[in-house]
């Protein structure tokens, strides 16, 4: 018998003596006056032992039987379960083993085989709260995240976009944090949901065109400058969608806590499958993780109505989400791009094509497309010129006479010559005078 039974009895006996009011007893043991006298009654049947629980010391129907616990336990201890926390083992434990028990039992049996040992939480810093979007659509978190996603293999990024109304994600594991791979996940997002009406990301290069200065020039004092748009800043113009960036990790913090769940649950989860390959990894994200994300993670939206707006005639995507110059006709209906030179078919030669700016489009495909105003131009490409040979010098003519390859006697005995004398000299002069 606990204190707390001995409490009981000694006012259940006070009761039972009317010392007090059964509902002062009953405010005592927080229970009604009519559960007073039943228990009142079975204290004169029973005696002091009413006051214990009739299943107390009597084990459970429900409990999991000795060998289920030591077989999960065994489980838990191979090297693909390593590091799993209790949730995600009760999970794996559930559906790949057929071993049903709660997060809570999992978590005792794991601390009792120092599997598990439960860390003292953090105070984290209190920044400042921002509600969530109203509508699906109104503003998409976009970022990648480098991290090693395979314990042995390849490094891999994984490009994420999470809507901040519901959380819906659209992610994929890509080889490099390419303006080509960024353009290839937001055609995803484009033709599974549509239009958002703005995409919020970090201030990276691949979103904003950084001004360059001098060291010397803080530009404090200094009015910025217009840059040019980025390849995926042209896109999201031509696409009628805003840009938003972020001025600190904290501030798109919705897309951060994802990916801080998927570098533990989505890590364990790889290294479990034995995920070797982008495609396996690509495969298993959108087959088993995302799938959970779906089921627990994602919320409803305020309001029902969805901001997205559905892809127009006008919006070619494969044009769009394209590596895009402008080059300039040359007069002879010639441009240059990428070190090569191409002629616009002569078919295609309009009025005003010559000195034009052209509109240059490298797809991601591998192909490219040139386009004035409204229409696009045939061209072809135009073959180099074959290099120009450097002339062979001649050889020198050989020398005749005996001393072929010398120096010239023409002087040879020139100074031992012996000329007139001054007087001789001035008269020969005076002569031909």
Not at 268 to 277: H, N, S
Request: charged share 30%; with cysteine; net charge positive.
């Amino acid at each position: 018998m606990t204190q707390a039974d001995r409490d009981r009895l000694v006012t259940l006996k006070k009761a039972k003596k009317k010392l007090i009011k059964q509902s002062d007893a009953a405010k005592e043991l927080g229970v009604s006056p009519r559960h007073v006298k039943r228990l009142i009654r079975r204290l004169k049947l029973e005696g002091d032992k009413s006051v214990i629980h009739g299943l107390r010391g009597v084990r459970s129907k429900r409990r999991i039987a000795e060998e289920v616990k030591q077989e999960a336990i065994e489980i838990l201890r191979r090297e693909e379960y390593e590091g799993f926390g209790p949730t995600l083992a009760s999970e794996y434990l559930s559906k790949r083993h057929t071993i049903v028990a709660s997060r809570e039992t999992v978590r005792k049996w794991m601390m009792e085989a120092r599997l598990w040992r439960a860390g003292q939480q953090k105070v984290e810093p209190i920044h400042v709260w921002r509600p969530r979007r109203s509508r699906l659509g109104e503003m998409v978190q976009w970022d990648t995240s480098e991290h090693a996603w395979l314990a042995v293999g390849p490094k891999f990024y994984l490009i994420a976009m999470i809507d901040d109304a519901t959380s819906q994600v659209m992610a994929r594991f890509v080889e490099s944090d390419s303006t080509a791979a960024n353009l290839e996940v937001l055609e995803l997002w484009l033709r599974h949901y549509g239009r958002p009406l703005s995409f919020y990301t970090d201030k990276a290069g691949l979103f904003k065109t950084a001004e360059k200065r001098r060291r010397e020039e803080p530009g404090v004092d200094k009015d910025p400058v217009e840059m040019p748009p980025t390849q995926i800043g042209r896109a999201l113009r031509e696409l009628n969608i805003a840009w938003l960036g972020a001025r600190s990790p904290q501030a798109k913090g919705r897309i951060e806590r994802f990916f801080q769940t998927a570098q533990d649950r989505l890590v364990k989860g790889l290294y479990a499958d034995r995920v070797k390959t982008l495609e396996q990894a690509n495969a298993y994200l959108e087959q088993e993780f995302l799938v959970w994300w779906e089921q627990t993670r994602t919320v409803k939206p305020a309001s029902s109505d969805d901001a997205h707006r559905p892809l127009e005639k006008q919006h070619d995507l494969a044009a769009i989400l394209s590596h895009v110059e402008s080059r300039t006709v040359k007069s002879d209906y010639t441009l240059q791009f990428g070190r090569k030179i191409y002629a616009i078919h002569r078919a295609d030669i309009g009025t005003g094509l010559r000195g034009a700016v052209v509109r240059v489009e490298k797809r991601r495909d591998g192909s490219l497309a040139i386009r004035f105003r409204d229409r696009y131009l045939r061209y072809e490409l135009c073959e180099p010129a074959p290099p120009v040979t450097a002339a062979v010098p001649r050889p020198a003519k050989s020398r005749k006479g005996s001393n072929a390859g010398g120096k010239s006697d023409w002087m040879k005995g020139f100074p031992d010559k012996r000329g007139p004398s001054l007087n001789k000299a001035i008269a020969i002069s005076n002569a031909t005078s």
